[in-house]
Nanobody, 114 residues
Framework: QVQFVESGGGLVQSGGSLRLSCATS????????LAWYRQAPGKKREWVAD???????DYTDSVKDRFTISKDDVNKTVYLQMNILKPEDTAVYYCNVEPAVLAWGQGTQVTVSS
């Protein structure tokens, strides 16, 4: 059974940092393209970043140079280091494969205060 369990969110001031984690199960982690997505209040869920099996990464323009996606193939966990957070980063953050064809987890709430 495929499962994504996100954690690490919280309330942080503008300019602060958070590190999100996503524990996965039921997928062939080492060869799967993994991604972080987010959904802000009243908006559609959007893609934030992804990491390929060879470690190459890609980011949406609004988070480039601030966020870093990484993965641990042994522990089947994907991370999102978020620095210089802005109020517009406030959202529920989810991980999934890319494209996002599997069931979503519960996500983790990130709230950035100004």
């Amino acid at each position: 059974q495929v499962q994504f369990v996100e954690s690490g969110g919280g309330l942080v001031q503008s300019g602060g940092s958070l590190r999100l984690s996503c524990a996965t199960s039921g997928i062939i982690f080492s060869i799967t393209r993994l991604a972080w997505y987010r959904q802000a209040p009243g908006k559609k869920r959007e893609w934030v970043a992804d990491i390929r099996r060879d470690g190459r990464t890609d980011y949406t323009d609004s988070v480039k140079d601030r966020f870093t996606i990484s993965k641990d193939d042994v522990n089947k966990t994907v991370y999102l280091q978020m620095n210089i957070l802005k109020p517009e980063d406030t959202a529920v953050y989810y991980c999934n494969v890319e494209p996002a064809v599997l069931a979503w987890g519960q996500g983790t709430q990130v709230t950035v205060s100004s």
